[in-house]
């Protein structure tokens, strides 16, 4: 099942009437226009596709791979078609009221949380470890790197908190109360808050690096505590 496409656009933005499917309503008049107009339907259509998968995956329709592969396939699209459609002029949740959109699982996924549902692993096998650790580390050197190199966008941060969410998320045997998983998230909570245009300042920028840091230091205590 493609969620992406069983969504359609906004109502008034579906070109024939009910009446009178021959005829066509002119909703714009330059190509510009036909693009925000583009852009919108692609928004709403993630939404809408968001809390399809979000039932389905409530109902055990689907697997939990294939909920994790589309929803983090989503979330990723939702950043870039917020930007494109919304622009500074309107925020989604504007958005969603403006065109009726009683969306409470997508607004949770994408605007609160910004990850899949969590699914802690349970498998322990020697391999697998290793391999998230690697990939584990590489998110964090990679998104402490970023901050370092001044990157503030919104845009910019978030898929890189969110990637390395993920990852930590894999690590077997982790308490409840990871202190790297409660960082990370409580920033991704903070990023998703903001819109993809917008950026955090120099003073949340110093908090996030220092976050990472020590989230950083309380993952490698846990590797050492493994061995």
Not at 55 to 68: H, L, P, S, V
Not at 158 to 173: F, G, I, K
């Amino acid at each position: 099942m493609s969620y992406w496409q069983s969504a359609s656009g906004p109502p008034e933005l579906n070109r024939n009437t009910s009446d009178d499917r021959d005829s066509e309503i002119e909703l714009y008049q330059t190509s510009k226009e036909r693009e925000s107009y583009d852009n919108m339907s692609d928004l709403y259509a993630i939404i809408m596709a968001t809390e399809s998968l979000e039932r389905a995956y409530a109902r055990d329709a689907i697997t939990q791979q294939e909920y994790t592969t589309e929803c983090n396939k989503l979330i990723s699209q939702f950043r870039l078609a917020e930007k494109a459609a919304l622009g500074r002029n309107m925020t989604t949740e504007t958005f969603m009221e403006l065109y009726q959109m009683n969306c409470p699982r997508a607004v949770e996924r994408l605007l609160n949380m910004g990850v899949p549902e969590q699914i802690r692993s349970s498998n322990n096998d020697g391999h697998h470890v290793a391999v998230t650790v690697a990939e584990t580390v590489q998110h964090f050197i990679t998104t402490m790197d970023a901050v370092k190199l001044e990157q503030r966008a919104v845009d910019e941060l978030q898929p890189l908190l969110s990637d390395l969410m993920d990852a930590l998320t894999r690590l077997p045997e982790t308490p409840n109360d990871f202190d790297p998983n409660r960082l990370v998230e409580t920033w991704l909570k903070k990023l998703n808050s903001m819109r993809a245009v917008e950026s955090i300042d120099e003073d949340d920028a110093r908090q996030l690096y220092l976050d990472l840091d020590t989230a950083y230091a309380e993952f490698n205590r846990y590797l050492k505590r493994r061995k």
